[in-house]
């Protein structure tokens, strides 16, 4: 049994994580010392559901029941970390039930989150957009509970999600993701679709430091 294309993928997008995660840090500690544009808020929920699909083989099974519940964690106003926790309900007769795990990071085209800039001793708060568009990737973790055993898989995927701000803190969010998952016997392309909402909370940087100025 060959299993170096599985290794080399997981290599791979380790490795490209990790070169994303490092030039993440850099740019951030930039965007400090520079006083560029940083991000307002450094948390995100996504609360998202839609339908998926499977293909192992000459098999294949599609369904809704989709449901992600994801975190971002913003490194800076364009990159981020991110996690979720995934569960599929099958309505096409799979008698398993799915769930899962993605970590990944991702890079946002135009706003994908409130942005501040440093002038003097006063804070601006900017969107130069509405619209965001990240894309991400990672690795992602899937569980196959059948009635007496668990099948686990793991790999690569690629995310695309759309978003668009409906007010200051609310976006709703559309999230296209595939995966190409393995274990020691099967290979799997797990694909899903989705749409849901996502709110972005705490505190930055710059917001703690607008805090401190203002302090009489």
């Known amino acids: 049994m060959n299993l170096r294309p599985k290794r080399l993928k997981h290599a791979v997008a380790v490795f490209f994580l990790l070169s994303a995660f490092i030039s993440a840090q850099w740019a951030y500690s930039q965007d400090e010392k520079s006083g560029e544009l940083l991000p307002a808020k450094k948390n995100s929920l996504s609360f998202l559901g839609g339908a998926y699909s499977i293909k192992a083989g000459a098999t294949s099974v599609s369904s809704p029941g989709s449901l992600t519940v994801g975190y971002n964690y913003m490194l800076t106003r364009k990159w981020n970390v991110f996690v979720s926790y995934n569960s599929y309900l099958s309505t096409s007769g ?82 296209l993701q595939n995966g190409s998952l393995s274990n020691n016997t099967t290979q799997m392309t797990f694909q899903s679709a989705m749409i849901g909402v996502g709110y972005d909370f705490g505190a930055g940087p710059v917001d703690w430091l607008g805090k401190i100025i203002s302090i009489d």
């Open 94 to 175: 799979l008698s398993t039930s799915i769930s899962g795990f993605d970590f990944g990071i991702h890079y946002c085209f135009f706003t994908c989150v409130p942005e501040v800039r440093r002038v003097g001793e006063v804070l601006t708060l900017t969107q130069s957009s509405p619209f965001g568009l990240r894309l991400g990737v990672g690795l992602s973790q899937r569980s196959f509970t059948l009635t007496s055993s668990t099948v686990s898989f793991s790999g690569p995927y690629e995310r695309l999600e759309g978003s668009y701000y409906v007010s200051p803190k609310l976006k709703a969010l559309l999230v």
